[in-house]
Nanobody, 124 residues
């Protein structure tokens, strides 16, 4: 069973930066599809950024140019660098992963495994 744990969420001021990390355990091979999703209170969950087969990335329009997704040095670790944060970025951020990448690896697609989330709060 794959277990995902997020870290790095905290309160920050608008214009600031945060770095979220996700570590996966329980799977000894590469998780080819990994991404970040977020959900604010009273809103639906939305895809934020995704990396597919460690080659291609996909971003939500609202975060393009501000957020960067990357794989960490260790196997199945994921980073989300968030710059120029805005109050509308406040949400619980979830790390998600699927074993297989390819055409099914999309921000609007289903992911097999989910973390429990880390809270990001941005104040103006």
């Amino acid at each position: 069973q794959v277990h995902l744990v997020e870290s790095g969420g905290e309160a920050a001021q608008a214009g600031g930066s945060l770095r979220l990390s996700c570590a996966a355990s329980g799977y000894p091979y590469t998780l080819s599809c990994m991404g970040w999703f977020r959900q604010a209170p009273g809103q639906e969950r939305e895809g934020v950024a995704l990396i597919n087969n460690a080659i291609s990335t996909e971003y939500a329009e609202s975060v393009k140019g501000r957020f960067t997704i990357s794989k960490g040095d260790a196997l199945n670790t994921l980073i989300l660098q968030m710059n120029n944060l805005q109050p509308e970025d406040s949400a619980t951020y979830y790390c998600a992963a699927s074993v297989w990448g390819g055409s099914d690896c999309q921000l609007t697609g289903d992911m097999e495994y989910w973390g429990k989330g880390t809270l990001v709060t941005i104040t103006s």
